[in-house]
Nanobody, 126 residues
Framework: QVQLVESGGGLVQAGGSLRLACAASGRTFSSNVMGWFRQAPGKEREFVAAINWKSDNTYYRDSVRGRFTVSRDNAKNTVYLHMNSLKPEDTAEYYC???????????????????WGQGTQVTVSS
């Protein structure tokens, strides 16, 4: 059974930092693009960041570029999202996802991803 399990969410003050982790089990995703998405209450889920299998191609949504960094450890089958200078508008449920079809070029659309985690809540207080 393939599982993606996120961790590291929590409550943080504006300007603070968090590191999210997404551990995969059941199969290896070391050759696949991994992504992070988020969904705030009452809003649609949106793309946040993605990284290809070699970690030489990453992409971020404009509002987090320069503050968030996506990374991965293929030996641990784990992808990370380092979030700095957090803002109240970053408050959301954060999901990691794995794409079976994307390997070198990162994908930003939800339908490119095949496996999803259950999410971890990030709340940024002002």
């Amino acid at each position: 059974q393939v599982q993606l399990v996120e961790s590291g969410g929590g409550l943080v003050q504006a300007g603070g930092s968090l590191r999210l982790a997404c551990a995969a089990s059941g199969r290896t995703f070391s050759s696949n693009v991994m992504g992070w998405f988020r969904q705030a209450p009452g809003k649609e889920r949106e793309f946040v960041a993605a990284i290809n299998w070699k970690s030489d191609n990453t992409y971020y949504r404009d509002s987090v570029r320069g503050r968030f960094t996506v990374s991965r450890d293929n030996a641990k089958n784990t992808v990370y999202l380092h979030m700095n200078s957090l803002k109240p508008e970053d408050t959301a449920e954060y999901y990691c996802a794995a794409s079976l079809s994307s390997r070198t070029v990162v994908a930003i659309k939800e339908d490119a991803y095949d496996y999803w985690g259950q999410g971890t809540q990030v709340t940024v207080s002002s």
